[in-house]
T-cell receptor
Framework: AQSVAQPEDQVNVAEGNPLTVKCTYS??????LFWYVQYPNRGLQFLLK??????LVKGSYGFEAEFNKSQTSFHLKKPSALVSDSALYFC?????????????FGTGTQLKVEL | NAGVTQTPKFQVLKTGQSMTLQCAQD?????MYWYRQDPGMGLRLIYY???????DKGEVPNGYNVSRLNKREFSLRLESAAPSQTSVYFC???????????FGPGTRLTVT
């Protein structure tokens, strides 16, 4: 069975500083990996995904994520945080092939960016 | 292009009542999903439909039923609501297994 761990319930960072939101996963075979963001009282919005190829994936709003197969991690990063980045972030995984329709989400990390 | 729409936005039920949550997508996506979101637990998959005419159980299917009415619509039914089903429910859809999911705005359900 696949699983996702987001070890930090909350991450606090000052505006202008770099941010990292951590994600590790467990899945059979090679995964598809995703990051989503949720603003208050809204549905989830897609940020970026890893399918294959370059381990550094660039996405919306200046976010990027680095796929590390040996560490089974897919950490979300941004070089310079904005107050408007404050939101709930979810990492998700789905295996290729069989079971590929089922996306498993982590429990979410609340990002708070302060002035 | 409305994306994924859900009705209703809010609902309050008494224990034992039934209701159906409606979801529709206009993106010609093959797969559709129902999730519930509870504090500290992330999103948990209730049921999904990989393609029109098929449905499968997810992680937490007990107490729920689904119908994939056609390619556009996927409904979630609570036959006898329980307080443990108080949650925010999200519908999502996607075109291929490697593609991103698109989410609706959610339905906030309270069961008293």
């Amino acid at each position: 069975a696949q699983s996702v761990a987001q070890p930090e319930d909350q991450v606090n960072v000052a505006e202008g500083n770099p941010l990292t939101v951590k994600c590790t996963y467990s899945v059979s075979g090679n995964p598809y990996l995703f990051w989503y963001v949720q603003y208050p009282n809204r549905g989830l919005q897609f940020l970026l995904k890893y399918i294959t190829g370059d381990n550094l994936v660039k996405g919306s709003y200046g976010f990027e994520a680095e796929f590390n197969k040996s560490q089974t991690s897919f950490h979300l990063k941004k070089p310079s945080a904005l107050v408007s980045d404050s939101a709930l972030y979810f990492c998700a995984v789905t295996p290729r092939g069989g079971g590929g329709n089922k996306l498993t989400f982590g429990t979410g990390t609340q990002l708070k960016v302060e002035l | 292009n409305a994306g994924v729409t859900q009705t209703p936005k809010f609902q309050v039920l008494k224990t034992g009542q039934s209701m159906t949550l409606q979801c529709a997508q206009d993106m010609n996506h093959n797969s559709m999903y129902w999730y519930r979101q509870d504090p500290g637990m992330g999103l948990r998959l209730i049921y999904y439909s990989a393609s029109e005419g098929t449905t499968d159980k997810g992680e937490v299917p007990n107490g729920y039923n689904v119908s994939r009415l056609n390619k556009r619509e996927f409904s979630l039914r609570l036959e006898s609501a329980a307080p443990s089903q108080t949650s925010v429910y999200f519908c999502a859809s996607r075109y291929t297994p490697g593609g991103e999911q698109y989410f609706g705005p959610g339905t906030r359900l309270t069961v008293t």
